[in-house]
T-cell receptor, first 116, second 111 residues
């Protein structure tokens, strides 16, 4: 258990409405990530953060914004949701280098979003 | 983005059989990770690999970091029903902050 929670776990919304998803971690990791998962595409990176107020775009960032005002929280916002943003959204953290000198990534439980 | 080709896309096997799957890339990776995802849950890390040629086991699972650093392999021995799920590979370029994911192998174990 990497101490990652996501909220809400499920959400149904209408096209054009704003939506914010929250990722919360309890272990003060510097790096946090938002992915979306769609059939046939695997996990694709939306945005990631490397510290408070430090973020960068991923492969599929259009239509999404993020904010990180505290180490433990990373928010993903869909300013005006579209049906193409129906997906399962996963938050992940990357701990510091392990004892073997390598890096890993751990995932939260996911948020299922349906945009009607 | 980086393309990771994962194969096979799906497998249907009898309980007790061994399973092999692989992941290939056109780029050289410094880290390979293997995950399992159960329905409705997030991916769970199974094995991490950091050196070319490295062979690492986790119970009945064994993964290898390919010598060329462009591929990785996962083997499951003596499969059981709880092995059912989707297995993903992920690779990291150099010391970059991003991981790139394969499209997954769906495993079905027939009792």
């Amino acid at each position: 258990d990497a101490g990652i929670t996501q909220s809400p776990r499920h959400k149904v919304t209408e096209t054009g409405t704003p939506v914010t998803l929250r990722c919360h971690q309890t272990e003060n990791h510097r790096y946090m990530y938002w992915y979306r998962q769609d059939p046939g595409h695997g996990l694709r990176l939306i945005h990631y953060s490397y510290g408070v107020k430090d973020t960068d775009k991923g492969e599929v960032s259009d239509g999404y914004s993020v904010s990180r005002s505290k180490t433990e929280d990373f928010l993903l916002t869909l300013e005006s949701a579209t049906s193409s943003q129906t997906s399962v959204y996963f938050c992940a953290i990357k701990p510091g280098l392990g004892g073997d000198g390598g890096e890993t990534q751990y995932f939260g439980p996911g948020t299922r979003l349906l945009v009607l | 983005g980086q393309q990771l080709n994962q194969s096979p896309q799906s497998m249907f096997i009898q309980e007790g059989e061994d399973v092999s799957m692989n992941c290939t890339s056109s780029s050289i990776f410094n880290t390979w990770l293997w995950y399992k995802q159960d329905p409705g849950e997030g991916p769970v890390l199974l094995i991490a690999l950091y050196k070319a040629g490295e062979l690492t086991s986790n119970g009945r699972l064994t993964a290898q970091f390919g010598i060329t650093r462009k591929d990785s392999f996962l083997n499951i021995s003596a499969s059981i029903p709880s092995d059912v799920g989707i297995y993903f590979c992920a690779g990291q370029l150099g010391t970059g902050n991003q991981f790139y994911f394969g499209t997954g192998t769906s495993l079905t174990v027939i009792p």
